[in-house]
């Protein structure tokens, strides 16, 4: 398994600024994952972090509006820029620990809540 | 891409009831989870079920991969099994998740 801290836990910001998410692993990892959660929805990947190169983003997410870094295996941030009230959502960063191998157990932080106003 | 299927969307029972969640998906898949999310957010791994079945405690889960299905069994149901449960499925390179099922069980 793996133990993943994300912080912020929640925030409150205010429309056209911009918010950093961070997730560290306790154990170095291949992929990582940054999901979306809108209120009562489901989640939805928005990239996966690929350490050294750029982050491959889903379909309706962009670098400009999440840029994504992953300096090293452990470690990677989200950024939520010029953020909008549509932006408020759970954010979720995860992981599938075993390095290398693709299909293994996937694993979550707890989640930053952010609200828009 | 993949489509992922949950039923029912929503579900409530009284403590000590059995159910049956549902995932269907529309392709081929390596492997699939099933989480519980719980009211405070938190996702929490229950089973990494590619084929077969397996058990753990009063959840079971099983997965015909031929069938593109899995189900998830919950047994004497709780009050702390509320929550969200989602079925993840991983095609290439990511994993997709369902539209999950919202299960209310009362006291």
């Known amino acids: 398994s793996a133990v993943i801290s994300q912080k912020p836990s929640r925030d409150i910001c205010q429309r056209g600024t911009s918010l950093t998410i961070q997730c560290q692993v306790d154990?170095?990892?291949?992929?990582m994952f940054w999901y979306r959660q809108q209120p009562g929805q489901s989640l939805t990947l928005i990239a996966t972090?690929?350490?050294?190169?750029?982050?491959?983003?889903e379909s309706g997410f962009v670098i400009d509006k999440f840029p994504i870094s992953r300096p090293n295996l452990t470690f990677s941030t989200l950024t939520v820029s010029n953020m909008s009230p549509e932006d408020s959502s759970i954010y979720l960063c995860?992981?599938?620990?075993?390095?290398?191998?693709?299909?293994?157990?996937?694993?979550f932080g707890s989640g930053t809540q952010l609200s828009v106003l | 891409g993949i489509q992922v299927e949950q039923s029912p969307p929503d579900l409530i029972l009284q403590e000590g009831a059995n159910s049956t969640l549902r995932c269907n998906f529309s392709?081929?898949?390596?492997?699939l989870q099933w989480f519980h999310q719980n009211p405070w957010g938190q996702l929490i791994n229950l089973f990494y079920?590619?084929?077969g079945t397996k058990q753990n405690g009063r959840l079971s889960a099983t997965t015909v991969a031929t069938e593109r299905c899995s189900l998830l069994y919950i047994s004497s149901s709780q009050t702390t099994d509320s929550g969200v449960y989602f079925c993840?499925?991983?095609?290439?390179?990511?994993?997709?998740f369902g539209t999950g099922t919202r299960l209310k069980v009362l006291a």
């Open positions: 392709d081929s898949v390596n492997n």
């Open positions: 154990s170095q990892v291949t992929m």
């Open positions: 993840a499925v991983a095609g290439t390179y990511k994993y997709i």
């Open positions: 079920i590619p084929s």
């Open positions: 972090a690929n350490q050294g190169s750029e982050a491959t983003y």
């Open positions: 995860s992981v599938a620990p075993r390095l290398g191998v693709f299909g293994e157990k996937l694993f």
